[in-house]
Nanobody, 127 residues
Framework: VQLQASGGGSVQPGGSLRLSCAVS????????IAWFRQAPEKEREAVAC????????DYVDSLKGRFTISGDSAKSTVYLQMLSLTPEDTAVYYC?????????????????????WGQGTQVTVSS
């Protein structure tokens, strides 16, 4: 199983980026796929996931409305559209794969749930 994150870069505050996570070695629809991020000197935190809450998406409350996760099964790729970026969004963004969550709880946002991790892509928001 391999996950390849891409699409990071430098952007000014208020800008947008779309990250991609290309997944190989598993069938996208059978797994939960999540995005996490880690800023310098901070712990890794959840961002969003797909197939992870009642079989659908879930988001960290603080990012709802700005970030959108989606998947393309034909391309075996999961996307993270990020809008209205702020310097606080600066971090390395990782995608991860694990079992799906069909319960309506937030278990899909827990990093310990995920078995496979990509290498990360850097997002820098700065003027």
């Amino acid at each position: 199983v391999q996950l390849q994150a891409s699409g990071g870069g430098s952007v000014q505050p208020g800008g947008s980026l779309r990250l991609s996570c290309a997944v190989s070695g598993l069938r996208l629809d059978d797994y939960g796929i999540a995005w996490f991020r880690q800023a310098p000197e901070k712990e890794r935190e959840a961002v969003a996931c797909i197939h992870c809450r009642g079989g659908g998406p879930d988001y960290v409350d603080s990012l709802k409305g700005r970030f959108t996760i989606s998947g393309d099964s034909a391309k075996s790729t999961v996307y993270l559209q990020m809008l209205s970026l702020t310097p606080e969004d600066t971090a390395v963004y990782y995608c991860a794969a694990g079992p799906p969550n069909y319960f309506t709880d937030s278990a899909g946002l827990r990093p310990g749930r995920y078995d496979y991790w990509g290498q990360g892509t850097q997002v820098t928001v700065s003027s």
